[in-house]
Structure formats: C-alpha cells, structure tokens
C-alpha cells in the first residue's frame, strides 16, 4: 500500500512541474531574455527535443527574430518596425502576412495588462506577473518559472488545438517588450 501511495504522489509532482515533466506536446521551455539580437537558440518541447530555433538576426533597417521549425524552415517572424508605436510589436507569418499584435496596455501600480490583437479572432488578454514569467495569455496558455529549476527559463504550456508557434511568438514578445532595456 506505501508503494502504490508513492508512485502516485511521484506522479502528481510529475503534472504539477508541467513543461519540465514527462510528455508535453504543447509543453514548452524558452530561455528569459531572448531579445539579444544576432543570438539563435533553441525552443525545447516537454520531452526536451529541439522544435523551434529562434534565429536572430540584426538587419540594417530593423531588428528581426525568426522562428523556424527544426529543419530551418521559417514559421514566423518578429520585427521591431522603427517608425511604430513602442508599445506594440508585431508578428508576421513567413510570407510577411501580420498574424498578431502584441500591445502593452494601461500600466498599473500591481501589474502591466497586455493584449494580443489576432486578426479574425478575439483578442486575448495576457494577466498576470509578466516579469517573474507567471501569467496567462488568454485561455490558451500558461507561462511560469516554477516548472524548472534551470536559471533563465521558464515554461509554457499551451492548450491543444492552438497555433503552438505563435503562442510561443506572443510569449518571446512579451519577453522583449517587458525586458528592454536590460
């Protein structure tokens, strides 16, 4: 009986890491700070198999981060467009078609509100502590730290039926937005 009850409370830790976990094909781990321009790294699926490279790469006109998929292909891309507003970045399909916008909303004295304006669908509220990477976006998807015990990481785990990839494009925005500067 001790056994059973063991296995079974490993297993309940095992859920509650999330992205860390077993399995995990909407389980995500990016690395904090990801704007560093001319850096590539790698985003990690929950069984720890690279899926998506972020390619970084500094342009004459504007700063760009590529999303590609384990074979190079590009899935997405973020550019920093100079003459637009600050507050607000954009992320454009592989043939430059905008996809979303990410918007920093009203700052409060708690907590920033951000939002994700997607053409042809609802925008979604992203709430909670952005800086810590503990929050939602929407009710699609969940970003916390508390999943692994690596230091720069953080998590994300995404509900099935999502366009995983720019889930994760929204979140690396929120990155570089709330993290300028440093």
Same mark, same amino acid.
């Given at each position: 009986?001790?056994?059973?009850?063991?296995?079974?409370?490993?297993?309940?830790?095992?859920?509650?890491?999330?992205?860390?976990?077993?399995?995990?094909?909407?389980?995500?781990?990016?690395?904090?700070?990801?704007?560093?321009?001319?850096?590539?790294?790698?985003?990690?699926?929950?069984?720890?198999?690279?899926?998506?490279?972020?390619?970084?790469?500094?342009?004459?006109?504007?700063?760009?981060?590529?999303?590609?998929?384990?074979?190079?292909?590009?899935?997405? #891309?973020?550019?920093?467009?100079? @003459? !637009?507003?600050?507050? *607000?970045?954009? %992320?454009?399909? +592989?043939?430059?078609?905008? =996809?979303?916008?990410?918007? #920093?909303?009203?700052?409060?004295? @708690? !907590?920033?509100?951000? *939002?994700?304006? %997607?053409?042809? +669908?609802?925008?979604?509220? =992203?709430?909670?502590?952005?800086?810590?990477?503990?929050?939602?976006?929407?009710?699609?998807?969940?970003?916390?730290?508390?999943?692994?015990?690596?230091?720069?990481?953080?998590?994300?785990?995404?509900?099935?039926?999502?366009?995983?990839?720019?889930?994760?494009?929204?979140?690396?925005?929120?990155?570089?937005?709330?993290?300028?500067?440093?």
């Amino acid at each position: 009986m001790g056994i059973r009850r063991r296995q079974d409370r490993r297993e309940e830790r095992q859920e509650d890491r999330g992205p860390g976990g077993q399995g995990g094909d909407h389980r995500y781990q990016m690395r904090q700070k990801i704007a560093s321009i001319g850096d590539d790294f790698w985003i990690e699926n929950g069984n720890g198999q690279k899926v998506y490279k972020i390619n970084g790469k500094a342009l004459r006109v504007r700063d760009t981060l590529i999303f590609e998929d384990a074979h190079g292909n590009e899935l997405m #891309k973020i550019q920093e467009h100079k @003459v !637009r507003v600050k507050d *607000s970045m954009e %992320i454009e399909d +592989a043939h430059g078609n905008r =996809v979303a916008m990410v918007k #920093k909303a009203l700052i409060t004295p @708690v !907590r920033e509100r951000w *939002s994700v304006d %997607i053409p042809g +669908a609802s925008d979604m509220e =992203v709430q909670g502590n952005i800086l810590d990477h503990e929050y939602k976006i929407g009710h699609v998807a969940e970003v916390s730290k508390k999943w692994f015990r690596i230091a720069d990481s953080y998590g994300i785990e995404i509900e099935p039926g999502q366009n995983d990839v720019l889930i994760l494009a929204v979140a690396a925005v929120i990155d570089m937005m709330s993290h300028e500067g440093r």
